[in-house]
């Protein structure tokens, strides 16, 4: 059970009352962070009507309100705060997840978590001077990163030899578990080509 997101009772009696006011019977809220461990990170927070939650989210029974935590965001949503400041509008609700664009990752991460951990700790700072980032566009069933290479990366005449070389080399040291890298620009690989 996940203890790593704090809801304060202001946040808990808000949402109960927002819940209340649907008038659906067991409803509950759900959090997830689309994109997580990415700079993109957002986190979210969503109605969740039965049957709306996935089987495999980790449950939250407030008091007041059953809270759905998406599986793959829980290790994002450490140290994470779900707060209601009331004002003279009425107030607003915050969540404040301070390590959903960084992955807490480990050896048992899933290995698109360590991928994109490397890429956007180690790999994308240094590329960002020249404007340029990668991206984790796909994993292949054989373990092969379909890499995304974006800004001033594109185009220029030396991203195969300084880059890819340099990226491949990076990731492959860390994650030795992966087979290679492919750029999604690559269009010499013809190995699922389709030949009549």
Do not use: W
Not at 30 to 37: A, E, K, L, N
Not at 153 to 168: H, I, R
């Amino acid at each position: 059970m996940s203890e790593s997101i704090q809801i304060t009772d202001s946040a808990q009696e808000y949402l109960a009352e927002l819940l209340e006011k649907q008038n659906v019977e067991g409803i509950g809220v759900r959090i997830f962070i689309t994109q997580p461990g990415t700079p993109y990170a957002e986190t979210c927070l969503a109605y969740c009507r039965p049957g709306e939650e996935e089987p495999t989210d980790e449950i939250l029974d407030l008091p007041k309100l059953k809270v759905y935590l998406d599986t793959h965001s829980v290790p994002f949503l450490e140290e994470a705060t779900v707060d209601f400041n009331a004002d003279r509008m009425g107030g607003q609700l915050t969540i404040k997840a301070p390590n959903a664009k960084m992955p807490k990752v480990n050896a048992d991460s899933p290995l698109e978590d360590r991928i994109n951990y490397i890429l956007y700790s180690e790999i994308n700072p240094g590329l960002a001077a020249h404007g340029g980032e990668i991206k984790l566009m796909q994993l292949t069933d054989d373990q092969v990163a379909v890499l995304q290479f974006g800004g001033g990366c594109q185009g220029c005449s030396a991203v195969d030899l300084t880059l890819k070389d340099g990226v491949e080399k990076t990731l492959l040291e860390r994650i030795p578990e992966l087979a290679g890298i492919r750029d999604v620009t690559d269009h010499t690989d013809t190995t699922n080509a389709y030949y009549n």
